[in-house]
């Protein structure tokens, strides 16, 4: 039966290296789609145009694609509007709706200089109605290519494997490449790979799952192999290092595999513990443990209990693995139940007759509340967009995931979060709206505020909880001037608005300077604010700070704010105060 996938925290397992920047694949697919506009209001406004070259530092670069991808939530990464570079390496977006983007030239083969850090990838770019922006260029430089070949044992062509690549230079961090397919970095039906558009540096390469010990699930019918690291060594020390320059090629970086793990299943039945009868329908999820067996180092789940209550895992690699009641899924399943995980020992054979039983769980209900919105109407249509969030503080074992169901919020403001185990519990809220923006200012427990969670015992009826949020609707602009010099390449330029008086709930909001030193902050409440600049380049102590300046904002106020950053002052000269 299908099974999702959910978060790996286990540094040691493999993932695909082409998914390091995440939504890169987003990217893609929006690439392949029209280009889209997002914001119906901005269509009848002067649209935009962008215009720049991309070089290798000499000559033009022929058929790159430039994109104006989306920096507002929730369309971020979305792709508002494209254009491919001519003979000479220029290119000319035009029809782009004013708005917050990142500008990027999506080139697999190529590594792109200068591209700030973070995510979504790209250099920032306010644009206004009618602005005409020259002058956007790229630097390009080939990518290095890492080719090999992965076999079995026998010498066989291992199809489909994902090969994975560490840096060896930078705390084993996957370099950030951008693909066109997921597949990229997979081998195909001679067992041979080809990773392209990585930056220059060193690199261990390896492919396969896990350490010899520790669990690994095989979903579907793949075989399953340790990780192996290039040439043949199961031990990360012992790896080979490979040192690539800038558009030179590894060839022959060939992975010997050994045999394929024999993988078993686990199975057992859910009974309800006050009962003993079966439960079926049931979501459960299973994971393995990280080598200290304390942990669930990655986990799958989603699968349901038969009529019988019963539940089968997949493949199972020799380990540790527990599973448990599946603490996400339809209102229908196990939302009222939770589950103490049960671990097992796979060793040589199958794992038969685990049971795992229900518990009736606590309830934890209340009401979200709204700071910040002058009328009822705005604040009821903030509350019929929230979701509350509640997560397990973790201390000691964690044999199982953390997170629960998350509860959508009635239109009175109320909530209830149902089938939860006992244990200390912290609350969130999130929300989406038009003319402001949400975010959580307080957790109160009976009038009381909460500060460290709330303890949750075995079958309480928790009431009394308020969420406060704060809706904010007032905006800062600015424009951040550089004198005497120009900032490192790669650094991101971040503005920050403090609030000093005035006001109650969120007292800070951030932006970021984009390339002509623009800046937005919104979801302001009212009240005077200290606003500066500050950011830190990459792999160095330095860090860059601006002026400071006050400015204060009304409800759905908007003010403006000019800012100097001297690099000639002594806090930008080399070292953080």
């Given at each position: 039966m299908p099974t999702r996938a959910h978060s790996n925290t286990n540094p040691s397992k493999p993932h695909r290296v082409r998914a390091t920047a995440r939504g890169a694949l987003a990217l893609l697919f929006a690439l392949c789609a029209a280009a889209s506009v997002f914001a119906q209001g901005a269509q009848r406004e002067v649209p935009a145009t962008v215009a720049g070259r991309v070089t290798d530092g000499e000559r033009g670069v022929a058929g790159v694609v430039v994109m104006l991808t989306s920096g507002d939530q929730p369309v971020r990464s979305r792709v508002a509007a494209r254009a491919k570079t001519d003979a000479e390496g220029r290119y000319r977006v035009t029809n782009v709706p004013p708005g917050r983007y990142q500008v990027m030239p999506f080139a697999p083969a190529y590594v792109v200089e200068g591209l700030t850090n973070g995510y979504p990838p790209g250099r920032p770019l306010m644009l206004a109605a009618g602005d005409v922006v020259e002058d956007i260029d790229f630097r390009v430089e080939r990518g290095g290519v890492v080719t090999g070949r992965v076999t079995d044992a026998e010498g066989n062509a291992v199809i489909g494997m994902t090969v994975s690549l560490l840096s060896a230079d930078n705390n084993n961090q996957r370099p950030r490449i951008y693909s066109f397919d997921p597949r990229d970095n997979m081998t195909d039906d001679r067992g041979i790979y080809r990773i392209y558009g990585l930056p220059a540096g060193r690199y261990r390469v390896s492919a396969g799952q896990g350490g010899e010990g520790s669990g690994a699930i095989s979903f579907g019918r793949r075989k399953l192999y340790r990780r192996t690291f290039y040439p043949d060594t199961t031990d990360e020390a012992q790896a080979e290092v490979i040192e690539l320059k800038a558009g030179s090629e590894a060839t022959d970086i060939d992975i010997k595999l050994g045999n394929a793990v024999k993988t078993y299943k686990a199975s057992g039945v859910f009974v309800v513990a006050e009962t003993g009868m079966r439960a079926p329908n049931i979501l459960f999820g299973y994971g393995a443990l990280d080598p200290s067996g304390q942990r669930v180092s990655s986990f799958g789940g989603g699968t349901a209990t038969n009529a019988r209550g019963e539940f089968q895992t997949e493949a199972l690699a020799p380990g540790?693995?527990?599973?448990?009641?599946?603490?996400?899924?339809?209102?229908?399943?196990?939302?009222?139940?939770?589950?103490?995980?049960?671990?097992?020992?796979?060793?040589?054979?199958?794992?038969?007759?685990?049971?795992?039983?229900?518990?009736?769980?606590?309830?934890?209900?209340?009401?979200?509340?709204?700071?910040?919105?002058?009328?009822?109407?705005?604040?009821?249509?903030?509350?019929?967009?929230?979701?509350?969030?509640?997560?397990?503080?973790?201390?000691?074992?964690?044999?199982?995931?953390?997170?629960?169901?998350?509860?959508?919020?009635?239109?009175?403001?109320?909530?209830?979060?149902?089938?939860?185990?006992?244990?200390?519990?912290?609350?969130?809220?999130?929300?989406?709206?038009?003319?402001?923006?949400?975010?959580?200012?307080?957790?109160?427990?009976?009038?009381?505020?909460?500060?460290?969670?709330?303890?949750?015992?075995?079958?309480?009826?928790?009431?009394?909880?308020?969420?406060?949020v704060v809706y904010g609707s007032a905006v800062i602009r600015g424009q951040l001037n550089v004198l005497n010099g120009t900032v490192a390449p790669g650094v991101r330029l971040t503005a920050f608005a403090r609030r000093v008086s005035g006001g109650e709930g969120e007292g800070w909001r951030s932006g970021e300077v984009d390339l002509r030193g623009r800046f937005v902050m919104q979801g302001l409440t009212p009240g005077e604010y200290d606003v500066h600049v500050q950011g830190f380049v990459p792999g160095t102590p330095q860090r860059y700070q601006s002026e400071h300046q006050s400015v204060s904002v009304a409800e759905n106020g908007e003010a403006s704010v000019t800012l100097s950053l001297d690099l000639n002052a002594p806090q930008n000269k080399g070292g953080r105060p």
């Amino acid at each position: 039966m299908p099974t999702r996938a959910h978060s790996n925290t286990n540094p040691s397992k493999p993932h695909r290296v082409r998914a390091t920047a995440r939504g890169a694949l987003a990217l893609l697919f929006a690439l392949c789609a029209a280009a889209s506009v997002f914001a119906q209001g901005a269509q009848r406004e002067v649209p935009a145009t962008v215009a720049g070259r991309v070089t290798d530092g000499e000559r033009g670069v022929a058929g790159v694609v430039v994109m104006l991808t989306s920096g507002d939530q929730p369309v971020r990464s979305r792709v508002a509007a494209r254009a491919k570079t001519d003979a000479e390496g220029r290119y000319r977006v035009t029809n782009v709706p004013p708005g917050r983007y990142q500008v990027m030239p999506f080139a697999p083969a190529y590594v792109v200089e200068g591209l700030t850090n973070g995510y979504p990838p790209g250099r920032p770019l306010m644009l206004a109605a009618g602005d005409v922006v020259e002058d956007i260029d790229f630097r390009v430089e080939r990518g290095g290519v890492v080719t090999g070949r992965v076999t079995d044992a026998e010498g066989n062509a291992v199809i489909g494997m994902t090969v994975s690549l560490l840096s060896a230079d930078n705390n084993n961090q996957r370099p950030r490449i951008y693909s066109f397919d997921p597949r990229d970095n997979m081998t195909d039906d001679r067992g041979i790979y080809r990773i392209y558009g990585l930056p220059a540096g060193r690199y261990r390469v390896s492919a396969g799952q896990g350490g010899e010990g520790s669990g690994a699930i095989s979903f579907g019918r793949r075989k399953l192999y340790r990780r192996t690291f290039y040439p043949d060594t199961t031990d990360e020390a012992q790896a080979e290092v490979i040192e690539l320059k800038a558009g030179s090629e590894a060839t022959d970086i060939d992975i010997k595999l050994g045999n394929a793990v024999k993988t078993y299943k686990a199975s057992g039945v859910f009974v309800v513990a006050e009962t003993g009868m079966r439960a079926p329908n049931i979501l459960f999820g299973y994971g393995a443990l990280d080598p200290s067996g304390q942990r669930v180092s990655s986990f799958g789940g989603g699968t349901a209990t038969n009529a019988r209550g019963e539940f089968q895992t997949e493949a199972l690699a020799p380990g540790r693995y527990s599973v448990f009641a599946y603490p996400f899924g339809s209102p229908q399943n196990n939302n009222d139940f939770y589950s103490d995980p049960v671990t097992f020992e796979v060793t040589d054979a199958d794992v038969t007759g685990l049971v795992v039983k229900l518990k009736r769980g606590a309830t934890l209900s209340g009401v979200v509340a709204v700071e910040g919105a002058s009328d009822r109407a705005t604040a009821a249509r903030v509350v019929g967009q929230m979701i509350v969030y509640a997560g397990y503080e973790t201390r000691g074992p964690a044999t199982a995931p953390g997170n629960i169901n998350p509860a959508k919020v009635a239109p009175d403001g109320s909530f209830r979060i149902t089938g939860l185990r006992p244990g200390k519990l912290h609350i969130s809220a999130s929300g989406e709206t038009t003319g402001g923006i949400v975010t959580i200012s307080r957790v109160e427990l009976n009038g009381a505020n909460v500060t460290n969670g709330i303890d949750v015992a075995e079958g309480a009826q928790v009431a009394g909880v308020r969420v406060v949020v704060v809706y904010g609707s007032a905006v800062i602009r600015g424009q951040l001037n550089v004198l005497n010099g120009t900032v490192a390449p790669g650094v991101r330029l971040t503005a920050f608005a403090r609030r000093v008086s005035g006001g109650e709930g969120e007292g800070w909001r951030s932006g970021e300077v984009d390339l002509r030193g623009r800046f937005v902050m919104q979801g302001l409440t009212p009240g005077e604010y200290d606003v500066h600049v500050q950011g830190f380049v990459p792999g160095t102590p330095q860090r860059y700070q601006s002026e400071h300046q006050s400015v204060s904002v009304a409800e759905n106020g908007e003010a403006s704010v000019t800012l100097s950053l001297d690099l000639n002052a002594p806090q930008n000269k080399g070292g953080r105060p």
